[in-house]
């Protein structure tokens, strides 16, 4: 059985600073998501990484996948408000047939 | 610009009618996903599709049926609501195997009393 496991739960931290969300998954995959959700909302794709090794880019953020040790990272640089949302990381079930399994979210608040 | 809508967005209901919750695509999707949404839990799989009349469960399928008679029209019914099954439901398409991630729906929140 595929099992998700993101850390930390729950991230408060100060604009400006950098962190890192860690995603551990449990079997072979070569396919991992990371999508972000704002309170009350809908997901929003970030983030495909599709290979060992991948890494990507989008203004503040940067994932990043290593499937020999099964983890995935989302970095976050010089952090701003709007970052604030929670983080989810996917990984498929089948892969290729984004079957996802979901980890339980990483709640990340950037206080001013 | 929303490609996907789900209807109804609010539900309250009684334990033990049946719901029927629907999902409407007009990215012309080959594959549709049903997901709960709980806390503590992430997002967990219900059924899927991958074609018009092909479906298959996922990890939370007990309780739940789909159809997909339409490209465009995924339909999740609860036979016999339980308080259990209160939750958010998000759907989600994706176009093929290999391009993006899935997009999802803006859910439904369901209330099971």
């Known amino acids: 059985e595929l099992k998700v496991e993101q850390n930390p739960l729950f991230l408060s931290m100060q604009e400006g600073k950098n962190y890192t969300i860690y995603c551990n998954y449990s079997t072979t995959s070569d396919r991992l998501y990371w999508y972000r959700q704002d309170p009350g909302k809908s997901l929003e794709s970030l983030f495909v990484?599709?290979?060992?090794?991948a890494v990507k880019q989008e203004g503040r953020l940067m994932a990043s996948l290593d499937t020999k040790a099964r983890l995935s990272t989302l970095h976050i640089t010089a952090a701003v408000h709007d970052l604030s949302a929670t983080y989810f990381c996917?990984?498929?079930?089948?892969?290729?047939?984004?079957?996802?399994?979901f980890g339980q979210g990483t709640r990340l608040t950037i206080n001013p | 610009d929303a490609g996907i809508t789900q209807s109804p967005r609010h539900k309250v209901t009684e334990t033990g009618t049946p719901v029927t919750l629907r999902c409407h695509q007009t990215e012309n999707h080959r594959y549709m996903y049903w997901y709960r949404q709980d806390p503590g839990h992430g997002l967990r799989l219900i059924h899927y599709s991958y074609g018009v009349k092909d479906t298959d469960k996922g990890e939370v399928s007990d309780g739940y049926s789909v159809s997909r008679s339409k490209t465009e029209d995924f339909l999740l019914t609860l036979e016999s609501a339980t308080s259990s099954q209160t939750s958010v439901y998000f759907c989600?398409?994706?176009?093929?195997?290999?391009?993006?991630?899935?997009?999802f729906g803006d859910g439904t929140r369901l209330s099971i009393l």
């Open positions: 990484l599709l290979s060992n090794g």
């Open positions: 989600a398409t994706a176009p093929d195997r290999v391009r993006g991630g899935s997009i």
């Open positions: 996917a990984v498929d079930m089948i892969q290729g047939a984004q079957k996802l399994v």
